[in-house]
């Protein structure tokens, strides 16, 4: 099983649309969480951090669900500007390093 | 100007060339990363470092070296490109083990 694990998508959704994405970790002492976007053919960039009380910027809302072992990212009102990949990073405890998924592919489509 | 610096931004090569990607940043970070991005399989990490004394292989490392030349500066060398080795390198730095901050990256292609 990967240690974290994407839906690669890609998901088409309208402009205004509401879209979810789950991520799914295997270590279930994994401390933090991360949803980083990442542009075709550019760096990935950190979006939001996870944190266990959920969290909210703008339209974008990360849950975690430590009992089922993911992480959500919820877009509302999508914009054609949100088209891009998503990726969910988690940080297993013990360790200095960064676990990336695979990405979740995003088409906002007027 | 961009904080973190990768050099060259695309390179075309053949098999068994020796071939250098540098980095470069003015953040002031103690660690440093490289990464390969492939189709697929997402970023992979090849080596890390936390300060310039320290140098640790991340889950692909063979095939690959690395240089912490200084505490702004960490390159990554391919000793005999292969074709495997045709990806999109990222280097990255951070000041904790929380947000990444990467180059704009470089392209490699291994003919």
């Known amino acids: 099983r990967k240690e974290v694990e994407q839906d690669p998508g890609p998901f088409n959704v309208p402009e205004g649309a509401t879209v979810a994405f789950n991520c799914t970790y295997s270590n279930s002492a994994s401390q933090s969480f991360f949803w980083y976007r990442q542009d075709c053919r550019k760096e990935p960039k950190l979006l939001m951090s996870?944190?266990?009380s959920g969290n909210e910027d703008g339209r974008f809302t990360a849950q975690l669900n430590r009992a089922s072992q993911y992480i959500s990212l919820l877009i509302r009102d999508s914009k054609l500007s949100d088209s891009a990949t998503y990726l969910c990073?988690?940080?297993?405890?013990?360790?200095?390093?960064?676990?990336f998924g695979t990405g979740t592919r995003l088409l906002v489509s007027p | 100007d961009a904080d973190v610096t990768q050099t060259p931004r695309n390179r075309i090569t053949k098999t068994g060339k020796r071939i250098m990607l540098e980095c470069s940043q003015t953040?002031?970070?103690?660690?440093m990363y490289w990464y390969r991005q492939d189709p697929g399989l997402g970023l992979r990490l090849i080596y890390y470092?936390?300060?310039?004394?320290?140098?640790n292989k991340g889950e692909i490392s063979d095939g690959y070296s690395v240089s912490r030349q200084a505490q702004a500066k960490f390159s990554l060398s391919l000793e005999s490109a292969i074709p495997n080795q045709t990806a999109l390198y990222f280097c990255?730095?951070?000041?904790?083990?929380?947000?990444?901050?990467f180059g704009e990256g470089s392209r490699l292609t291994v003919l």
């Open positions: 990073v988690v940080k297993p405890t013990g360790f200095q390093k960064l676990v």
């Open positions: 990255a730095t951070s000041e904790t083990t929380g947000e990444l901050f």
């Open positions: 953040k002031g970070h103690d660690r």
């Open positions: 470092s936390f300060d310039v004394k320290d140098i």
């Open positions: 996870v944190y266990s």
